[in-house]
């Protein structure tokens, strides 16, 4: 379980997370996170994407046994 110290992010965003191009940073490519859902898929785990009320965001990534 990972939990973000960055900004918040709203719920427009929270919803396109892993879509190859968004990013929150000016000179972003916006592929990290799409990366990361592909080697988490690949290897037959999951990842799930939580948002609190204030928009901090939590990533669960869990791998099968």
Same mark, same amino acid.
Request: some cysteine; charged content about 20%.
């Given at each position: 379980?990972? /939990? +973000?110290?960055?900004?918040? #992010?709203?719920?427009?965003?929270?919803? *396109?997370?892993?879509?190859?191009?968004?990013?929150?940073? @000016?000179?972003?490519?916006?592929?990290? /996170? +799409?990366?990361?859902?592909? #080697?988490?898929?690949?290897?037959?785990? *999951?990842?799930?994407?939580?948002?609190?009320?204030?928009? @901090?965001?939590?990533?669960?990534?869990?791998?099968?046994?």
């Amino acid at each position: 379980e990972f /939990l +973000s110290n960055g900004p918040p #992010i709203d719920a427009d965003t929270f919803s *396109q997370l892993g879509r190859p191009t968004l990013s929150a940073k @000016s000179d972003g490519l916006g592929l990290g /996170l +799409s990366i990361v859902m592909a #080697i988490v898929e690949r290897h037959a785990a *999951q990842i799930d994407f939580d948002r609190s009320d204030s928009g @901090s965001l939590c990533v669960r990534i869990g791998f099968p046994h």
